[in-house]
């Protein structure tokens, strides 16, 4: 049997994707050698301990660190191949992409490359940011040649892999689901399969370059993005015209062509709230129905703040003898998708910041999901569902388990953003 050229692995970044992606190497008795900048993380992984919360991931990683194939550390060290899977914001005032992190794990592995190295880019990338980071390797150590010059006979091999999980499912989504890769040459896709092959049972689909699997990823999020819009759109068109949006969209349904998707209070997270920007900076004249869609999908926190802001105002117009201060309110959720801690972009987080810092009264949250709020959220207290009871205004953000199981016991004011309290 022949000997795998990859006997070590680094994964560089070990956040929501790059911790997965280590254990499941690592699982599959492959050293695995991650790098982060958090010192803290790295302690915690080095426990055999998670930072994060997703199912099944905590058994992979105290499994795999007590028997020796996973290590972190904060300073890169020499692998056979390396992946990396760090942020890649985009610029709050344009929109435009930041590969600053990219860059600087570049300029991290840069000095320990050596021959016959293959190195992923995971990150969901705008167009050409696998080609950047080819650019900056070749910058740094021009004792090497990169494929954008010497091809097939490179002496590093630069690939591109986009993740494409569901936060949730993420340990059994990494393995079934397919994947798409694309290599600056030839060579370079077929060892970036042959990589992934070690535990991917889904398909290893090869891209004819990496351009064309940045754009395929930002296409599968830009996609969901365009259809989430048209839902979050007809739920401000309903709630104007005094129609269920939840049962509009039910009786749609039924029509065997048609699929709504559910409205919600925004869209959050990296990916879809993310990506489809990376596209319309790409192609700013042309991308205009997804800029729309983000448009749309990005005003709709507005929106619920304004139904707040208008309930507080019906509940002190029934009760004169109440002032603004007397008036509490419980949010439900804050994390960017049901069942996950995780905060990142999140539309429910910024409704409840806005809250906090416009309403005089106290503020409830109720999130399942973590232990502690953020700084941002400060001046708000943290409770369960009990706790939350006697609140004056009720509003759910994310349809965590615990809400959808059990509505609050009140006759208070409800403003469901998903749903699952007022279908009808």
Known sequence: MQKSPFQTISIIGLGYIGLPTAAMFASRKIKVIGVDVNA????????????IVEPDLDMVVQASVARGYLRATTTPEP????????????????????????????????????RGNLVVLESTSPVGATEAMAGWL??????????????????????????????????????????????????????AAELYSTFVTGECILASGTRVAEM????????RDVNIAFANELSVICDKLGINVWELIR????????????PGAGVGGHCIACDPWFIVSSAPEEARLIRTAREVNDAKPHWVLAKAHAAIADILATNPKKKARDVTVACYGVAFKPDIDDLRDSPALEITQSLMKAHNGKLLVVEPNIDAL???????????????????????????KQFRMLRPNTSATVIDTRGIWSAG
């Open 374 to 400: 953020p700084p941002s959220l400060k001046n708000a207290s943290l409770t369960d569902m009990l706790g939350a009871a006697e609140a004056d205004l009720h509003i759910l953000l994310v349809d965590h």
């Open 40 to 51: 803290a993380t790295v302690d915690t992984i080095n426990r055999g301990e998670i930072h």
């Open 251 to 262: 009786l749609a349904n039924r029509h065997p062509r048609v699929n709504v998707l559910q």
């Open 138 to 191: 070749a910058k740094a150590r021009p004792d090497l040649s990169f494929p954008q010059k010497a091809g097939e006979l490179s002496d590093i091999r630069i690939a591109h892999c986009p993740e494409r999980v569901l936060p949730g499912k993420v340990m059994r989504e990494l393995i079934t689901n397919d994947r798409v890769i694309g290599g600056m040459t030839k060579r370079c896709s077929a060892l």
């Open 216 to 223: 395929a990823k930002l296409t599968e999020n830009s996609f």
């Open 79 to 114: 692998a056979d191949a390396f992946l990396i899977a760090v942020p890649t914001p985009f610029k709050s005032k344009n929109h435009d992409p930041d590969l600053r992190y990219i860059e600087a794990a570049c300029k991290a592995i840069a000095p320990i490359l050596q």
